[in-house]
C-alpha cells in the first residue's frame, strides 16, 4: 500500500528553525517526483516546490525560493521541508504528494503537518 | 505566468449537476493538461479528474471534465449530486516552465 505518512503537527516561535518530514512506503521512493503544498488557514492551495529524490533535482516556486530549502534522503525514502528562520505568516497545513515521472497529477497525498508559528 | 480563476463557490441540490469552471488568465488552456483535486474538511486532496478528462480508478463516472478554448476554461461537472460530494475543488496546471499552478478553489455546497 502506498503511503505517504508526513510528521507531527509543530508550534514554534518567530525566527525558530524547522524541518518536516514526508515519509514514502509503498513504492520506488526515488522514481517518483515528491512536491509540497501550502494551505494557510481558512485559503486555497499554493504551489512550494518539487524534488525528485533519485537525482536530488529541486524546483521551487518563485514565491517560495530563498524562503524555504526542500531536500530528501533515498536512504530512508523521506522528503523534507525546512526554514531557517520561522514567521508567523508560515503559519499554515503543509502537505506533501507524489507524481510519477511522465505524468501529470499528484496521486497520493500525506496526511498534511500543521505548522503553528506564535510568539 | 498565468492565473487559474475558479467561483469562490457553487451549491446545487442532491441529485443535480453541478459544473466548476477554470479559467486561464494568459495562453491557451490546452497547453498543458488540467487536473481537479476534490479537498473534504479536514482531509487532503484527492485527484477526481487529471489530463482534462481522465478519471482515476475509483472516482465515479459522475464525474467528468472537459476543457473549451473558446472559452479558454476548463470544467469540472459533477452530475448525480450526492452530499458526500459537498467539498472544496481545485483545478491545476502547468506553465512552461513546468511549475505547478492552482486555480483558488471553489467550494461545492449540496444542499
Known amino acids: 500500500e502506498v503511503q505517504l505518512v508526513q510528521s507531527g503537527a509543530e508550534v514554534k516561535k518567530p525566527g525558530e528553525s524547522l524541518k518536516i518530514s514526508c515519509k514514502g512506503s509503498g513504492y520506488s521512493f526515488t522514481s517518483y517526483w515528491i512536491g509540497w503544498v501550502r494551505q494557510m488557514p481558512g485559503k486555497g492551495l499554493e504551489w512550494m516546490g518539487i524534488?525528485?529524490?533519485?537525482?536530488?533535482?529541486?524546483r521551487y516556486s518563485p514565491s517560495f525560493q530563498g524562503q524555504v530549502t526542500i531536500s530528501a534522503d533515498r536512504s530512508i525514502s523521506t522528503a523534507y521541508l525546512q526554514w531557517s528562520s520561522l514567521k508567523a505568516s508560515d503559519t499554515a497545513m503543509y502537505y506533501c504528494?507524489?507524481?510519477?515521472?511522465?505524468?501529470?497529477?499528484?496521486?497520493?497525498w500525506g496526511q498534511g503537518t500543521l505548522v503553528t508559528v506564535s510568539s | 505566468n498565468f492565473m487559474l480563476t475558479q467561483p469562490h463557490s457553487v451549491s446545487e441540490s442532491p441529485g443535480k449537476t453541478v459544473t466548476i469552471s477554470c479559467t486561464r488568465s494568459s495562453g491557451s488552456i490546452a497547453s498543458n493538461y488540467v487536473q481537479w483535486y476534490q479537498q473534504r474538511p479536514g482531509s487532503a486532496p484527492t485527484t477526481v479528474i487529471y489530463e482534462d478528462n481522465q478519471r482515476p480508478s475509483g472516482v465515479p463516472d459522475r464525474f467528468s471534465g472537459s476543457i473549451d478554448s473558446s472559452s479558454n476554461s476548463a470544467s469540472l461537472t459533477i452530475s448525480g449530486l450526492k452530499t458526500e460530494d459537498e467539498a472544496d475543488y481545485y483545478c491545476q496546471s502547468y506553465d512552461s516552465s513546468n511549475q505547478v499552478v492552482f486555480g483558488g478553489g471553489t467550494k461545492l455546497t449540496v444542499l
Open positions: 524534488i525528485y529524490p533519485g537525482d536530488s533535482d529541486t
Open positions: 504528494a507524489r507524481r510519477e515521472v511522465g505524468t501529470v497529477d499528484f496521486d497520493y
